[in-house]
């Protein structure tokens, strides 16, 4: 019989996953656009009023009579109104920006783990609570100020230029200090971002550890340090001071860096100077840069903090988990030189008929539920999976379901639970189901169970995935130790249903118990069965 060749169907996720990975930086919004361009206008405002001040001030001194004080008195409260506004409308426009990038960044961070497996829960809570915020804030945290500042350098640099201020070198002395020290912040600026991180990621995944093992906080040892004890945030704090220092450190410098030109400035001035109201303005900008300039020392460490995220996120810590189209097999399935990979387990070799119940027992940990979910995918494998003699590539082939060992309980309802992906199942098939496995009791289907809702039982759990699985019309379904915790009625029980289930179906069950109603065709003991092969390379037939 010819077999239609197994078609990864990955394609379509791959496209949204390379449209995840550009809105993970997110489209520039107007709001973004608007928060620079008010920045902008706040940053000139801010600077004309310290130009046309310093020049205010000189002149007073020596203006002839008939001297107009209230024109450059109302341009400069006007401009002072104009940067207060400018401002406030800045930072609203900047934190809606945010918000709405924020929500794209960690719907995009979703995108891209679907068809994954995650290696790291803690890394993966790590980018959606930080660095998509980080990415989101990239326009209020650095693009704007830096921007602003660059913009105000050169204005500064030009009208100092053509209005001939006196002292104007010393405004290119001051770019020059300014970028230095820019340069060096952010050189140390990375490391102390990277380090900080670290600490981070470590106390998210001290905070697991501890809160899971809280059933275990009664026994009080001292010598589990972290099981019992509260995780230390000392680590993430010094982290953050060392950050917050070297910001501190830059503007320190910086201040002694202007100090010392303000110095130079009176020192190289001519008594000639004192008579120009224009010489004024160099000196003024100088010991007021500190005020318009400091800022962007902590906008360079964002900067860092952002390239960090960017590149963490695009790392991206998981491996793919392919979808590999449903395929049912209708002569059978053979493993070959068969494990999960990384689990260093023995290899095994198995031949499923592609209808009928096949039992799988063998000692605690001799790797029952890492075969079954290497055979739906759920672990990369090594050796041959072969359908219907065509061997299938890693993935996980549609309609294989696999019940877990520990139940998934979704926090919802019960009617969420049975039908998770909203396929339309209707109520009636629903209390069937649930009457089969035993849980008729479970009368209300709108009834939330799991996080914040009724908890069930153990055996409860175990029944209610078996029943959705069942609902959801497997091609083939693996169950991982399903009489775990049950009664001995509930177990009978819940045999007769496996038996069932596998009349139009290939069933593969893990269990160290085996009901006196479950019939299955075969049963491998992974105690006996257990080979090592030597394989060629797999190869995929058409
Ligand atoms: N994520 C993992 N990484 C590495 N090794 C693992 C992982 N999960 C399980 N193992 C190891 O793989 C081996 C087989 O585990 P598995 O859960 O498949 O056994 P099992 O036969 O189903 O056990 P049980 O009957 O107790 O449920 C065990 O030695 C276990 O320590």
Same mark, same amino acid.
């Given at each position: 019989?010819?077999?239609?060749?197994?078609?990864?169907?990955?394609?379509?996720?791959? #496209?949204?996953?390379? /449209?995840?990975?550009?809105?993970?930086?997110?489209?520039?919004?107007?709001?973004?656009?608007?928060?620079?361009?008010?920045?902008?206008?706040?940053?000139?405002?801010?600077?004309? #009023?310290?130009?046309?001040?310093?020049?205010?001030?000189?002149?007073?001194?020596?203006?002839?009579?008939?001297?107009?004080?209230?024109?450059?008195?109302?341009?400069?409260?006007?401009?002072?109104?104009?940067?207060?506004?400018?401002?406030?409308?800045? &930072?609203?426009?900047?934190? +809606?920006?945010?918000?709405?990038?924020?929500?794209?960044?960690?719907?995009?961070?979703?995108?891209?783990?679907?068809?994954?497996?995650?290696?790291? +829960?803690?890394?993966?809570?790590?980018?959606?609570?930080?660095?998509?915020?980080?990415?989101?804030?990239?326009?209020?945290?650095?693009?704007?100020?830096?921007?602003?500042?660059?913009?105000?350098?050169?204005?500064?640099?030009?009208?100092?230029?053509?209005?001939?201020?006196?002292?104007?070198?010393?405004?290119?002395?001051?770019?020059?200090?300014?970028?230095?020290?820019?340069?060096?912040?952010?050189?140390?600026?990375?490391?102390?971002?990277?380090?900080?991180?670290?600490?981070?990621?470590?106390?998210?995944?001290?905070?697991?550890?501890?809160?899971?093992?809280?059933?275990?906080?009664?026994?009080?040892?001292?010598?589990?340090?972290?099981?019992?004890?509260?995780?230390?945030?000392?680590?993430?704090?010094?982290?953050?001071?060392?950050?917050?220092?070297?910001?501190?450190?830059? &503007?320190?410098?910086?201040?002694?860096?202007?100090?010392?030109?303000?110095?130079?400035?009176?020192?190289?001035?001519?008594?000639?100077?004192?008579?120009?109201?224009?010489?004024? #303005?160099?000196?003024?900008?100088?010991?007021?840069?500190?005020?318009?300039?400091?800022?962007?020392?902590?906008?360079?460490?964002?900067?860092?903090?952002?390239?960090?995220?960017?590149?963490?996120?695009?790392?991206?810590?998981?491996?793919?988990?392919?979808?590999?189209?449903?395929?049912?097999?209708? &002569?059978?399935?053979?493993?070959?030189?068969?494990?999960? +990979?990384?689990?260093?387990?023995?290899?095994?070799?198995?031949?499923?008929?592609?209808?009928?119940?096949?039992?799988?027992?063998?000692?605690?940990?001799?790797?029952?539920?890492?075969?079954?979910?290497?055979?739906?995918?759920?672990?990369?494998?090594?050796?041959?999976?072969?359908?219907?003699?065509?061997?299938?590539?890693?993935?996980?082939?549609?309609?294989?379901?696999?019940?877990?060992?520990?139940?998934?309980?979704?926090?919802?309802?019960? /009617?969420?639970?049975?039908?998770?992906?909203?396929?339309?199942?209707?109520?009636?098939?629903?209390?069937?189901?649930?009457?089969?496995?035993?849980?008729?009791?479970?009368?209300?289907?709108?009834?939330?169970?799991?996080?914040?809702?009724?908890?069930?039982?153990?055996?409860?759990?175990?029944?209610?995935?078996?029943?959705?699985?069942?609902?959801?019309?497997?091609?083939?379904?693996? #169950?991982?130790?399903?009489?775990?915790?049950?009664?001995?009625?509930?177990?009978?029980?819940?045999?007769?249903?496996?038996?069932?289930?596998?009349?139009?179906?290939?069933?593969?069950?893990?269990?160290?118990?085996?009901?006196?109603?479950?019939?299955?065709?075969?049963?491998?003991?992974?105690?006996?069965?257990?080979?090592?092969?030597?394989?060629?390379?797999?190869?995929?037939?058409?």
């Amino acid at each position: 019989m010819k077999s239609k060749p197994l078609q990864p169907a990955v394609s379509a996720q791959g #496209i949204a996953t390379s /449209k995840a990975s550009s809105s993970l930086t997110g489209q520039t919004s107007m709001a973004a656009y608007g928060a620079l361009g008010l920045a902008l206008l706040h940053g000139i405002a801010g600077l004309s #009023i310290l130009i046309i001040s310093s020049w205010f001030i000189a002149i007073s001194a020596i203006a002839p009579l008939g001297f107009n004080y209230v024109i450059p008195a109302v341009v400069i409260r006007g401009l002072a109104l104009l940067r207060i506004a400018s401002g406030y409308t800045t &930072m609203w426009l900047g934190h +809606k920006d945010l918000l709405t990038r924020i929500a794209k960044a960690r719907l995009a961070v979703f995108e891209q783990l679907a068809a994954k497996r995650l290696e790291s +829960k803690a890394w993966t809570v790590e980018a959606l609570a930080n660095h998509t915020e980080q990415l989101a804030s990239a326009f209020i945290a650095w693009v704007s100020p830096l921007a602003s500042f660059m913009l105000l350098m050169t204005g500064l640099l030009l009208t100092g230029y053509f209005i001939n201020v006196p002292g104007y070198g010393f405004f290119i002395a001051l770019a020059i200090v300014w970028l230095v020290i820019s340069v060096v912040t952010a050189v140390y600026g990375l490391k102390a971002v990277a380090s900080s991180a670290e600490a981070e990621l470590e106390f998210r995944q001290q905070s697991a550890t501890f809160f899971q093992a809280s059933s275990l906080w009664h026994l009080k040892s001292k010598t589990v340090k972290g099981l019992f004890n509260a995780p230390s945030t000392q680590r993430v704090q010094d982290a953050q001071l060392k950050e917050q220092a070297l910001v501190s450190k830059a &503007m320190w410098l910086f201040q002694g860096g202007v100090f010392t030109l303000v110095a130079l400035v009176v020192l190289t001035a001519n008594t000639a100077a004192y008579f120009v109201p224009l010489a004024l #303005i160099t000196p003024m900008v100088l010991l007021a840069a500190p005020d318009w300039a400091s800022a962007t020392f902590s906008s360079v460490v964002k900067l860092a903090k952002w390239r960090h995220s960017k590149a963490e996120l695009h790392a991206m810590h998981t491996q793919p988990l392919p979808l590999l189209n449903a395929h049912k097999p209708s &002569m059978s399935l053979s493993l070959t030189g068969f494990i999960a +990979k990384e689990r260093n387990l023995p290899a095994v070799n198995m031949q499923f008929e592609a209808l009928g119940l096949n039992v799988i027992k063998g000692y605690s940990g001799c790797g029952k539920s890492s075969v079954l979910q290497a055979i739906c995918g759920l672990l990369p494998f090594e050796g041959r999976r072969s359908i219907d003699n065509v061997a299938t590539p890693q993935g996980m082939l549609e309609k294989w379901i696999y019940v877990e060992q520990q139940p998934i309980i979704l926090a919802g309802t019960i /009617k969420l639970n049975l039908d998770p992906a909203a396929s339309g199942i209707s109520e009636d098939a629903m209390h069937n189901v649930l009457a089969r496995v035993g849980l008729q009791h479970l009368t209300t289907l709108a009834e939330w169970v799991g996080k914040g809702g009724r908890a069930l039982s153990g055996g409860e759990g175990k029944r209610l995935a078996l029943a959705r699985a069942l609902l959801a019309m497997p091609d083939v379904l693996l #169950i991982d130790e399903p009489f775990e915790g049950l009664d001995y009625e509930a177990q009978q029980r819940v045999a007769e249903v496996i038996n069932e289930s596998a009349h139009s179906r290939l069933v593969i069950v893990a269990t160290h118990v085996v009901p006196a109603a479950l019939q299955s065709n075969t049963t491998f003991s992974l105690d006996e069965k257990v080979i090592r092969v030597n394989l060629p390379p797999v190869f995929i037939l058409n």
